[in-house]
């Protein structure tokens, strides 16, 4: 079964940046792709970026394009997402998802594995 669990979120000052990580277990990850979504109060929970894992295809949302950065380390099977230029309006709980195939998707449907969230706060 597969385990997600993120880390690093904390509070930061408007553009200050963060490195969230996402540790994966319960099997091997090849033909998988991992996603960061956010969930910020009273909103619906979106897409931030996703990486296939074998090819190392990245895509993102329009709002983290050029700011945040996806990658993954596949001796480490971890995945972190780079965060850069923070915004207030990047307040959220981000959470890590993996998807079992490596056709990109934004929706979060398709992502079956999630992990527990971390906070992340950006002070105006």
């Known amino acids: 079964q597969v385990q997600l669990v993120e880390s690093g979120g904390g509070l930061v000052q408007t553009g200050g940046s963060l490195r969230l990580s996402c540790a994966a277990s319960?099997?091997?990850?090849?033909?998988?792709?991992m996603g960061w979504f956010r969930q910020a109060p009273g909103k619906e929970r979106e897409f931030v970026a996703g990486?296939?894992?074998?090819?190392?295809?990245?895509y993102y949302a329009d709002s983290v394009k050029g700011r945040f950065a996806i990658s993954r380390d596949s001796t480490k099977n971890t995945v972190y997402l780079q965060m850069n230029s923070l915004k207030f309006e990047d307040t959220a709980v981000y959470y890590c998802a993996a998807k079992p195939s490596e056709v990109p998707s934004k929706n979060r449907d398709w992502y079956h594995d999630w992990g527990q969230g971390t906070q992340v706060t950006v002070s105006s």
């Open positions: 319960g099997g091997t990850f090849r033909g998988f792709t």
């Open positions: 990486i296939t894992w074998s090819s190392g295809v990245t």
